[in-house]
């Protein structure tokens, strides 16, 4: 069964910080993984999608990587802000989308 | 192109009574799907569908019915509300499940069950 973890938990960080957030699951077999932010009481914004093929994507400030053997991915934030602060969300597709449990994030001015 | 629309936002419900969540998105996907949101629990897949006519449970399906009559709708159905539903439901959809497309997100539809 495809397990999906997210470390850490919870993230407080001043700003201009460049961070990292963690995401590693248990079965390698997937289609592609995605990242997501989820501000409160929102719903899920697509940050960036990785396939299975590739090694990282990018958009602006942020970079997304795969590890697909060793069952991780990262998500690289430059240049921290305060309107980054949001939940973090990883979720890998392996026909149906598995989902971490989620960073909450606060960078703070 | 408003995405994916989710109805109603808020929702509260006695035990036992019944309601439908509505979806729909107008960008043509195949694949839609209905997840829930619990503290702790991250999202967990209810039912999907990958087209017209198809549905499939998920992770999560009891107490919970689905139909898909067109491409457009995926109503998520409330047999008979239980405090343990008191969740926040989200709808999604994509163009095909297992190719390269991201999936769009509804903004959610938070359900108290007392």
């Known amino acids: 069964k495809q397990e999906v973890t997210q470390i850490p938990a919870a993230l407080s960080v001043p700003e201009g910080e460049n961070l990292v957030l963690n995401c590693s699951f248990t079965d390698s077999a997937i289609y592609n993984l995605q990242w997501f932010r989820q501000d409160p009481g929102k719903g899920l914004t697509s940050l960036l999608l990785i396939q299975s093929s590739q090694r990282e994507q990018t958009s602006g400030r942020l970079n997304a990587s795969l590890d697909k053997s060793s069952g991780r991915s990262t998500l690289y934030i430059a240049a921290s802000q305060p309107g980054d602060s949001a939940t973090y969300l990883c979720a890998v597709n392996t026909d149906k989308l598995i989902f971490g449990t989620g960073t909450r994030l606060q960078v703070f001015p | 192109n408003a995405g994916v629309t989710q109805t109603p936002k808020f929702q509260v419900l006695k035990t036992g009574q019944s309601m439908t969540l509505q979806c729909a998105q107008d960008?043509?996907?195949?694949?839609m799907s209905w997840y829930r949101q619990d503290p702790g629990m991250g999202l967990r897949l209810i039912h999907y569908?990958?087209?017209?006519?198809?549905?499939d449970q998920g992770e999560v399906p009891n107490g919970y019915n689905v139909s898909r009559s067109t491409t457009e709708d995926f109503p998520l159905r409330l047999l008979s509300a239980a405090p343990s539903q008191t969740s926040v439901y989200f709808c999604a959809s994509s163009y095909d499940m297992q190719r390269t497309y991201e999936q769009y997100f509804g903004p959610g539809t938070r359900l108290t069950v007392t």
């Open positions: 960008m043509n996907h195949e694949y």
């Open positions: 569908s990958v087209g017209a006519g198809i549905t």
